[in-house]
């Protein structure tokens, strides 16, 4: 299994932006899907987790601003990234679990078992 993700790119602020995440593999069946993102020279962090398509979770700083949808037919979780901030700036990367994470559980990285390559999102002020 793998998972490919783009649409990563330069933005103002204030700007939008969407990544895409699709995966790969003949028996590939993800019950959760997530986004994370690592700011320059801090630790990585959740962004938003998808359980089928329609409980959603996001981290505080990005409620409201950012929505993540999927395509269970295309194997593909998306992020809608609106109202975008210097802060935001990032290295975002998507994963991927066969489990049906709780809502509590799918901010723990350890919990997915697949994970794209990241796509860089600069947001200049």
């Known amino acids: 299994v793998q998972l490919q993700a783009s649409g990563g790119g330069l933005v103002q602020a204030g700007g939008s932006l969407g990544l895409s995440c699709v995966g790969f593999?003949?028996?590939?069946?993800?019950?959760?899907m997530a986004w994370f993102r690592r700011p320059p020279g801090k630790e990585r962090e959740f962004v938003a987790g998808?359980?089928?398509?329609?409980?959603?979770n996001y981290a505080d700083s990005v409620r409201g601003r950012f929505t993540i949808s999927r395509d269970n037919a295309k194997n593909t979780v998306y992020l809608q990234m609106n109202s975008l901030k210097p802060e935001d700036t990032a290295d975002y990367y998507c994963a991927a679990t066969t489990s049906n994470l709780i809502t509590s559980a799918r901010s723990n990285p350890k919990h997915y078992n697949y994970w794209g390559q990241g796509t860089l999102v600069t947001v200049s002020s």
């Open positions: 593999g003949r028996t590939f069946t993800p019950g959760t």
């Open positions: 998808t359980r089928g398509s329609i409980s959603t």
